[in-house]
């Protein structure tokens, strides 16, 4: 009868401490697979903002620092990232030419293209300048999902600008 009352107060702490390992290693693969996700969209994200910029032959005056609005080297197609902040429950988006770069699942928390071109010194860093002046965009760039956020950042230089 002893072993038995043993056995029945020894269970629950073993279940309990086994949970307890399960709960932590579920929380730590949601964790690394929210990060997985965003890692991917945003790398696939910036890559498709660099090709491009790359490939642009105008940046449009209409550009500001949460849209860039380019006309393409074929001379036939333009281009337009355009960043919504979040509000309320809606989150951020970033779309190209009106379609989202991102599921729903994941926010733009923050967007903001900045344009930059040579100064007269060839030494001097780039200057900041008017859009349709520019011959290189900084993009930042700032993506969340659920408790877990990633921040992407690049000088992009077009060949034809």
């Known amino acids: 009868m002893v072993e038995v009352l043993v056995v029945v107060a020894i269970v629950p702490l073993v279940l309990s401490a086994a949970f ?3 709960s932590v290693a579920l929380r730590a693969y949601k964790l690394a697979e929210a990060r997985s996700v965003l890692s991917s969209g945003g790398m696939v994200a910036m890559a498709m903002v660099t090709q491009d910029l790359q ?3 105008h940046i449009y005056d209409d550009s500001s620092p ?3 609005h380019g006309r393409l080297q074929d001379g036939l197609t333009d281009v337009v990232y355009e960043f919504t902040p979040p509000s309320g429950s809606e989150p951020g988006r970033l ?3 009106g379609s989202p770069l991102f599921e729903p699942d994941i926010s733009v928390t923050a967007c ?3 344009y930059f071109a040579p100064g007269t010194d060839v030494d001097a860093p780039l200057q900041q300048v008017a859009p349709e002046l520019a011959s290189s965009v900084k993009v930042r760039l700032t993506i969340t999902s659920g408790p877990t956020s990633m921040t992407y950042e690049s000088l992009i230089s077009s060949r034809n600008l």
Do not use: D, I, K, P
């Open 20 to 22: 307890g390992a399960v």
């Open 112 to 114: 903001e293209f900045g």
């Open 55 to 57: 490939a642009a032959s």
């Open 95 to 97: 779309t190209r030419n």
């Open 66 to 68: 949460t849209r860039l």
